[in-house]
């Protein structure tokens, strides 16, 4: 069962959970991209000052850290379903808590930057459990086909949700954007209450640096794994360019170029996710990621030459298919190669390698923004990620020698997974 543009269909098909968790994704990533886009439009209209928007991610730096460290440990150890309903509830409380003080207006600023630390804290500690999850209850042989609709689910979410969340923010206010994200979080805790997963083999372990420590030892021996968190790391730090869109908007005074603006990344994940079924024939992953990875610095350059509204979308809907090719590849890599054993503990660092390099890539933005305007800026990111792409992409022999179909450790989890009787996930 597949749309006829070549997106496989069977995960849904075949497992209610799922269902379940996909629904959950979806709603999340609404909820969660329509938010970040007002956080980012209200510091921009309070202070009008690219270095305190691009100052937003080095807040948010320290809880990611601190939570992607605990969380992948807590993954592997713990009900991966109460972790995560524990720490949505914890982001419902601080929307609310959000909601509530834009009644005040002398306490924007501050609640912006305290409440979105939060939240980025709560959700990296959620992580590591939702993709361990997404890995356990669907069989080793649709991981692909896992990673293609979960780009689906990402991307419908980050065209939608920021479309809504800059034109609700900018024609009306950040608090009604809030308010219905607070109503959302409310849908999907009971949708992760309503998933019936068994529990992980290592949950009734205590957590233990012994535990991290292994971790650790392990992605030592995976020097493949390593080069796609630096491939990726090394793009989002050098091009992201979230926080040049809003000036680059601002200087429009249009409202119709915020959400363009901002949708012209997932609008070009989408495109291409739509139309992968050519990733079905491929075995050499990490060639498949370095070159998309040097194609997402050309579409960031494309989107940086010229003023003009229209070019810049092209470039950023260009930049957006690359990443998403280069996202679909990680994850089915990372799912087929990594054992379930460690895959809570990967998922935290593989967060911090596509988390930690937005986050940099956010204040470097914010940064070139201020010296060299919004447009020299983008442009600049997009030469000096293409140019350092190419030089990893050369150095990184492991990660583009990497082939699905001789490699041991993908064979290794493929027993591994065989031996499960995943009768309760998928039903």
């Not at 990184?396 to 009787?421: I, K, Y």
């Amino acid at each position: 069962m597949s749309f006829s543009l070549g997106v496989d269909l069977s995960p849904l098909r075949i497992s209610r959970t799922y269902r379940r968790l996909y629904a959950y994704n979806l709603v999340a990533g609404l909820g969660s991209q329509a938010v970040n886009v007002t956080m980012f439009y209200q510091l921009t209209q309070a202070t009008h000052s690219p270095v305190v928007v691009g100052t937003f991610g080095i807040v948010e730096l320290l809880p990611l850290l601190l939570g992607a460290a605990i969380g992948g440990v807590i993954a592997d150890r713990w009900s991966r379903r109460r972790v995560s309903i524990t720490c949505e509830t914890g982001v419902l409380l601080t929307m609310a808590l959000m909601a509530w003080s834009t009644t005040w207006s002398g306490f924007h600023v501050p609640m912006v930057f305290i409440c979105g630390a939060t939240m980025v804290g709560l959700t990296s500690l959620q992580s590591p459990s939702l993709t361990a999850l997404t890995q356990q209850v669907v069989p080793h042989d649709m991981q692909r086909a896992t990673a293609t609709l979960g780009m689906v689910s990402n991307t419908a979410a980050s065209i939608i949700g920021p479309g809504i969340g800059g034109l609700v923010a900018a024609s009306s206010s950040p608090r009604a954007v809030y308010v219905v994200y607070c109503v959302m979080l409310a849908v999907t805790i009971s949708l992760l209450r309503s998933l019936t997963v068994r529990d992980h083999a290592g949950q009734s372990e205590r957590i233990s640096f012994a535990a991290a420590r292994e971790g650790a030892r392990y992605i030592t021996t995976r020097p493949d794994i390593v080069g796609t968190y630096i491939i990726d790391t090394s793009a989002m730090i050098f091009a992201y360019p979230v926080a040049i869109l809003a000036f680059l908007a601002v200087r429009s005074h249009s409202h119709f170029d915020v959400a363009l603006f901002y949708v012209g990344l997932p609008t070009g994940a989408f495109l291409a996710t739509v139309t992968s079924r050519w990733t079905k024939n491929v075995r050499y992953y990490g060639r498949v990621i370095v070159v998309a990875a040097g194609l997402w610095g050309v579409g960031l350059i494309i989107a940086g030459i010229s003023s003009m509204t229209w070019l810049i979308f092209t470039g950023l809907v260009f930049a957006g298919g690359a990443d998403a090719v280069s996202a679909i590849f990680r994850q089915t890599m990372w799912n087929e190669s990594i054992s379930p054993e460690l895959r809570g503990r990967m998922a935290s660092i593989e967060m911090l390698s596509y988390s930690v390099g937005p986050t940099l890539g956010q204040f470097r933005s914010g940064l070139m923004t201020q010296w060299l305007g919004a447009q020299r800026g983008l442009l600049a990111g997009g030469v000096v990620a293409t140019a350092s792409n190419a030089v990893l992409g050369a150095s990184l022999r492991s990660l583009w020698n990497f082939d699905c179909t001789t490699d041991p450790h993908v064979a290794a989890v493929a027993l591994e997974r065989s031996q499960e009787d995943p009768a309760q996930d998928l039903r």
